[in-house]
């Protein structure tokens, strides 16, 4: 279990670090990938670049979290809240992986969508998100179990 434990932790602590890379420190990217072609155009990749920066805090924040759940993870595996830890990151995932969906739907019908969730970088992102709430909520369900 330590070591699903120990994988987990290292996934959410890659993630929230890429996140806090791309929404923080490369915002213009970000933004770039969040608006289609047709609206880049001014104020908005400088709006939407600045508002990204707030998300990559909170990825930072997500991030620092958990590092400091690996490091310590002996020390956690001897208190039962070892679920909660799992389900904030869970919902972290989950919460990034559900607004997308309805942006995804429109655009699997060929409407127009903010941005495009289906391919290249927005939709690894979609995939990885959903891929860690999974995880992360399975692991919580064990911990919760045993």
Same mark, same amino acid.
């Given at each position: ?6 994988i987990? &932790?290292?996934?959410?602590? %890659?993630?929230f670090?890429?996140?806090?890379n %791309?929404f923080?420190m490369?915002s ?6 969040l &608006?289609?072609?047709?609206n880049?155009i ?17 990825n930072l ?6 590092a400091i ?5 002996d ?10 830890i799992? &389900?904030?990151?869970?919902?972290a995932h989950m919460?990034?992986?559900v607004?997308?969906v ?10 127009s969508s903010?941005?495009?969730?289906l391919?290249?970088t927005?939709f690894?992102?979609f995939?990885g998100d959903?891929?860690l709430a999974?995880?992360? %909520?399975?692991l919580a369900?064990?911990l919760l179990?045993?």
């Amino acid at each position: 279990m330590k070591t699903f434990i120990v994988i987990i &932790l290292t996934l959410n602590l %890659l993630w929230f670090v890429a996140a806090f890379n %791309l929404f923080s420190m490369r915002s213009a990217t970000a933004a770039k990938l969040l &608006l289609r072609r047709e609206n880049r155009i001014d104020p908005f990749p400088a709006l939407v670049a600045q508002l990204t920066k707030f998300l990559g805090g909170m990825n930072l924040a997500l991030a620092i979290f958990a590092a400091i759940c690996l490091f310590e993870v002996d020390g956690l595996l001897t208190f039962r809240l070892n679920y909660a830890i799992c &389900l904030v990151f869970f919902v972290a995932h989950m919460s990034q992986f559900v607004y997308n969906v309805p942006l995804a739907l429109k655009e699997k019908k060929g409407e127009s969508s903010h941005w495009a969730v289906l391919t290249g970088t927005m939709f690894f992102i979609f995939v990885g998100d959903a891929f860690l709430a999974v995880c992360n %909520l399975v692991l919580a369900v064990c911990l919760l179990v045993n």
